[in-house]
């Protein structure tokens, strides 16, 4: 069964950058599609964006484009999120989540099968 450990979240100022890593286990890698999920205090969780086992990428959250990159390391297992220009509103736990082969069209946290744990980012001054 395959198995997320998420990492890199922290406090940052507006402005900042963080990448996050999504380190996965217990399974034939190659075989599932990766999203980055989050969920804001008192909020619903949300896709963010999502990658499939071919490098095609699916952005659900319009607000992260041209600020949020995904990618994908096979080699060693990892998911990333490169989040940079961060914004206050971007604070939110963030959980990385599997699903076979391709992305879900609309990135829905219910068509992904397995969770991480998650990581908590914080935008503040």
């Known amino acids: 069964q395959l198995q997320f450990v998420e990492s890199g979240g922290g406090l940052v100022q507006p402005g900042s950058s963080l990448r996050l890593s999504c380190a996965a286990s217990g399974a034939t890698w190659d075989y599932y599609a990766v999203g980055w999920f989050r969920q804001a205090l008192g909020k619903e969780r949300e896709g963010v964006v999502c990658?499939?086992?071919?490098?095609?990428?699916?952005y659900r959250t319009n607000s992260v484009k041209g600020r949020f990159t995904i990618s994908r390391d096979n080699g060693k297992s990892t998911v990333y999120l490169q989040m940079n220009s961060l914004k206050p509103e971007d604070t939110a736990v963030y959980y990385c989540g599997g699903r076979g082969f391709y992305c879900s069209p609309y990135v829905f946290p219910t068509e992904y099968d397995y969770w991480g744990q998650g990581t908590q980012v914080t935008v503040s001054s």
């Open positions: 990658i499939d086992n071919s490098n095609g990428t699916t």
